[in-house]
Nanobody
Framework: DVQLQACGGGLVQAGGSLRLSCSAS????????IAWFRQAPGKEREGITC????????YYTDSVKGRFTISRDNAKKTVYLQMNNLKPEGTAVYYC????????????WGQGTQVTVSS
């Protein structure tokens, strides 16, 4: 079965850091672009960062640029999201998703991991 599993969320104070992991099974990770999304209570899900397939180009939404870093280890089939200087507005469920060949829909989604940032 194709699966993504996100973990690493938790409760952190504003200004703190967390590292999320997204582990893949059942497919070859380097055939996929991987993105992180988040959904805050009462808000729509938003894409915050993605990393391309083999060349590892990373893109960030403005709200996380300079504070979050996405990286991938294809051998370990894992994508990481290092989140520094977290802000209370970063409280959300974070999801990872995979996009085959970097095109089209994100066909595979992890189950989400809760990040809560206290002020």
């Amino acid at each position: 079965d194709v699966q993504l599993q996100a973990c690493g969320g938790g409760l952190v104070q504003a200004g703190g850091s967390l590292r999320l992991s997204c582990s893949a099974s059942g497919f070859i990770l380097d055939d996929y672009a991987i993105a992180w999304f988040r959904q805050a209570p009462g808000k729509e899900r938003e894409g915050i960062t993605c990393i391309t397939m083999k060349d590892d180009n990373a893109y960030y939404t403005d709200s996380v640029k300079g504070r979050f870093t996405i990286s991938r280890d294809n051998a370990k089939k894992t994508v990481y999201l290092q989140m520094n200087n977290l802000k209370p507005e970063g409280t959300a469920v974070y999801y990872c998703a995979a996009q085959r060949n970097g095109q089209g829909e994100y066909g595979y989604w992890g189950q989400g991991t809760q990040v809560t940032v206290s002020s």
